[in-house]
């Protein structure tokens, strides 16, 4: 292609402004009114759009971080056991399980993860945590019968 002059050749774009604006306008096709079909309003709401999806993964990681301790500590307080000794007396019996796999067993395996907090809590005995109370794993169920009306 041959210009002429320098006018001519600062006009000519080519094929690479079509595609760059296309891959912009395939990212806004599901957005509503002009944000779809206009490129300068499209592409802001794109790059805003991308960095909350940026964002939104690392936040969706804490969340079920957060979600997986409180089922575990759901769970351990229903054995009496506080989640810090729980979490010790596992990692010193070598019980090398993360906080995922604590939290499925806590809600779908009931008698598993009570395996674990007898272990964890035999553990606890033998080695003297401060904070164990020794409680039984069966008096954690509060009923109508566990309560005591004067």
Known sequence: MVFLNIPLLVRARGPDEFWRKRRIFKLAAHYRSRTRNVYSFAIRSVHRAL???TKGRKL???DMTELW??????GCQQYGLPLEAFKEGLARTDVLLNKKMLADLAIWEPRSFEALVRISRERAAVEGF??????S??????????LKLD
């Not at 301790?69 to 759901?74: G, H, K, L």
């Not at 401060?130 to 409680?135: A, V």
């Open 137 to 146: 794993a069966f008096n954690q169920v509060y009923g109508l019968s566990n």
């Open 60 to 62: 969706k990681k804490l």
């Open 130 to 135: 401060p904070d164990i109370k020794q409680r």
């Open 69 to 74: 301790t409180t089922r575990v500590e759901a």
């Open 51 to 53: 960095a909350y999806a």
